[in-house]
């Protein structure tokens, strides 16, 4: 099967915040990578194997300088690694003894159980975010958005744990952290004041916020309150919205207003956004030019074929989405496992995929959907390109995002960070 065309450049990339990575950076940090030629490698699943020669963390159509290192490949398929637009790496058990979860069905009884594990657990949140966000790495994932939960009950100690697995890691990966008011911003007091102080502080680079209506019952207040800390100290806004119909329309429109009154186009998310599943035809249309016009992009995790977001027709308006694995082993669920390339598989599945096409935009979503929404370069093998890949056995792309084989390589910048699931180096 031939290899995949390049996709095309997003015409409006989301601004990365101030703590956040690129690739050159990050590879910059840990010293410029070495010379290497990954031989016999087939990009998307090409028939015929090619060598990729990366020097200074880049692919380039330069011969091999003298000395270069060579990683025999051995006809595996090299894909782009992808980006986790939305996880929850606080909240994790992940590696942790099993913890029974209690019957929950509100965001109030969701939020309490997240309490709950949270004072069960002994490892510090900084240790268990390492473990997820490592095995993240592992599995092919270059980049994440990492939302994590800012309240009284915790005070910033899941941005402190999460901003130490991110240095830990930085070799291998580049994390942008939402501080996000899981509890409400308005209904939960004193979370307004954590909200200011872990952006004013440079810890995080996006604020968040949550069913402005719905929940906090507060939608004009709660939003003035998250674009106010944004505005003030230059960092982004990812909302989680999970209201319905009218009700989260009226949020995302609110949204929408703030972001072109605050001219922060290209620095706003709403992540979930139940409400524009059930649109159709010209409803679905004026609302994705409105929020392509306004800048603001969406995340989707692929819950189930009636609230995925329908990912085709708003890029055809140029909304950017990114895909995300959301809450893993945590107070929500058991589920999750932080393989971006599963929940490329569990996003054609939801889309009832079946063909080659469709399961590949499933992986274009999880790869270049996410990159343009972070601000990243997309990683497509072309000289130019960051050498930021996994390595695969198969015979293509769409059977590989079917079949999920193991990962044998991941490839950061040129340097291998991880080998038959284990992390490499640091």
């Known amino acids: 099967m031939p290899a995949s065309p390049r996709p095309e450049p997003s015409p409006r990339p989301e601004s990365a915040g101030p703590a956040a990575l690129s690739s050159a950076r990050a590879t910059s940090r840990s010293g410029p990578a070495p010379a290497t030629v990954f031989r016999n490698v087939r990009p998307y699943g090409a028939q015929r194997p090619v060598d990729l020669t990366v020097v200074d963390g880049v692919v380039t159509a330069e011969p091999a300088p003298h000395g270069a290192e060579v990683v025999d490949c051995g006809g595996g398929i090299a894909l782009p690694t992808l980006v986790d637009a939305h996880i929850h790496p606080d909240k994790t058990a992940w590696g942790e003894p099993w913890a029974s979860r209690k019957p929950a069905s509100s965001l109030a009884e969701y939020t309490a159980e997240d309490v709950r594990l949270y004072r069960a657990l002994k490892t510090p949140v900084g240790e268990r975010a390492e473990r997820l966000m490592g095995h993240a790495v592992t599995r092919g994932t270059r980049a994440m958005r990492a939302h994590v939960d800012v309240a009284p009950v915790y005070g910033l100690e899941g941005v402190e744990g999460v901003g130490s697995a991110r240095e830990a890691l930085r070799h291998a990966l580049d994390v942008e952290i ?47 309150i998250v674009f106010g800390i944004a505005d003030r100290h230059g960092v982004g806004v990812d909302i989680h919205l999970h209201e319905r119909a009218a009700t989260g329309l009226a949020s995302l429109r609110a949204v929408i207003d703030r972001t072109r009154a605050l001219s922060l186009q290209g620095r706003v998310t709403v992540s979930h956004v139940f409400c524009v599943p059930g649109l159709t035809g010209r409803d679905l249309d004026e609302l994705a030019s409105a929020l392509a016009g306004a800048g603001i992009s969406l995340t989707t995790v692929a819950p189930s074929s009636d609230l995925v977001l329908p990912v085709d027709r708003l890029r055809e308006h140029g909304v950017e989405v990114g895909l995300g694995s959301d ?48 601000g990243l370069p997309e990683a497509d093998l072309e000289p130019g390109s960051p050498a930021d890949f996994l390595l695969v056995r198969g015979e293509c792309l769409p059977q590989v995002v079917v079949d999920l084989p193991p990962r044998e390589l991941v490839v950061r910048g040129g340097r291998i960070v991880a080998r038959d699931g284990a992390l490499v180096g640091g």
Do not use: N
């Open 178 to 224: 939402v501080a996000f008011p899981q509890h409400g911003v308005v209904r939960t007091p004193g979370t307004r004041e954590l909200l200011e102080e872990a952006a004013r502080s440079g810890a995080v680079d996006r604020v968040g916020g949550i069913d402005p209506a719905g929940f906090d019952g507060a939608l004009d207040e709660q939003l003035d």
């Open 327 to 374: 809450g893993v082993r945590d107070g929500w669920s058991p589920f999750g496992d932080a393989d971006m390339l599963h929940r490329s598989h569990l996003l054609a599945r939801v889309r009832d995929a079946r063909l080659d096409e469709e399961l590949e935009a499933a992986f274009r979503t999880g790869a270049d959907g996410g990159a343009r929404l972070m």
